[in-house]
C-alpha cells in the first residue's frame, strides 16, 4: 500500500483565518480524496482530485470553502477558507489502492480546531 | 441511494473472545466493494478488509473475518481473539463501481476490548 503523509498533523487556528493540508503519497496515484469527520461523526468525502482536472465537489461542499489544488500525480492541498468554529474536523485524504482498485488508503489526518 | 448503517454505536468484548460487529447496506448498483477501517483514537484509518460484490468466499485477514450475506446485505466484521489494541472505533464502508470509487461510511462501533 501506498505510504501517506500529512502536513500539519494538527493545527489550533482563529475565525476569519485560512489553513492549508498538504497530503503526499510516496508512489504515483490517479485518484486522491479528501474527508472530513467532524467530531464524533462518520466520514464525508468533501471532493475527488484528479491529477490534469478539476476537483470534483460532493454535495454540500463547494470550491469557494474547501479549494483543492492536484498539480501532480503524488501531492495535492486542501484549504479550509474562512474558518468557523463549525470546521473543526479532522481532515483526512486518501488514495486508491493501486490504479483501477478499490481499496482506499488513507494518512493520517490533520486535526484541526477553530477558535 | 447507497447507504450504509452501523446499529451498535458501542461494543464490549473480553480479551481473547470474538466479537461480531454489525453492517448492512444498501445500493441498487450490482457492483461494489464493502470494506471495515479500525479508527484508533490517534485518528488514523486503518484498512483492515475488503469484499468484492461478486467475491464467492467471505474475505479474511488474518483475525479479521468478513461475514457477506449478500442477500441479507450485510457485512459483519468478526475480530478474533481480541486484544488489547483492537479498542477503535470501526467504520464500514461501500465503494462504488462507477469510476467514481467513493466510499460511503457508516456511523461506526466503538469497541472496547476488556482485559
Known amino acids: 500500500s501506498a505510504v501517506i503523509s500529512q502536513k500539519p498533523s494538527r493545527d489550533i487556528c482563529q475565525r476569519g483565518t485560512s489553513l492549508t493540508i498538504q497530503c503526499q503519497v510516496d508512489?504515483?496515484?490517479?485518484?486522491m480524496f479528501w474527508y472530513r469527520q467532524q467530531p464524533g461523526q462518520s466520514l464525508t468525502l468533501i471532493a475527488t482530485a484528479n491529477q490534469g482536472s478539476e476537483a470534483t465537489y460532493e454535495s454540500g461542499f463547494v470550491i469557494d470553502k474547501f479549494p483543492i489544488s492536484r498539480p501532480n500525480l503524488t501531492f495535492s492541498t486542501l484549504t479550509v477558507s474562512n474558518m468557523s468554529p463549525e470546521d473543526s474536523s479532522i481532515y483526512l485524504c486518501s488514495v486508491e489502492g493501486q490504479p483501477g482498485a478499490d481499496t482506499q488508503y488513507f494518512g493520517p489526518g490533520t486535526r484541526l480546531t477553530v477558535l | 441511494a447507497q447507504k450504509i448503517t452501523q446499529t451498535q454505536p458501542g461494543m464490549f468484548v473480553q480479551e481473547k473472545e470474538a466479537v461480531t460487529l454489525d453492517c448492512t447496506y444498501d445500493t441498487s448498483d450490482p457492483s461494489y466493494g464493502l470494506f471495515w477501517y479500525k479508527q484508533p483514537s490517534s485518528g488514523e484509518m486503518i484498512f483492515l478488509i475488503y469484499?468484492?460484490?461478486?467475491?464467492?468466499q467471505n474475505a479474511t485477514e488474518g483475525r479479521y473475518s468478513l461475514n457477506f450475506q449478500k442477500a441479507r446485505k450485510s457485512a459483519n466484521l468478526v475480530i478474533s481473539a481480541s486484544q488489547l489494541g483492537d479498542s477503535a472505533m470501526y467504520f464500514c464502508?461501500?465503494?462504488?463501481?462507477?469510476?467514481?470509487?467513493?466510499?460511503?461510511f457508516g456511523s461506526g462501533t466503538r469497541l472496547l476490548v476488556r482485559p
Open positions: 464502508a461501500m465503494g462504488l463501481m462507477d469510476s467514481s470509487y467513493k466510499l460511503i
Open positions: 508512489s504515483q496515484v490517479t485518484m
Open positions: 469484499q468484492g460484490s461478486y467475491d464467492q
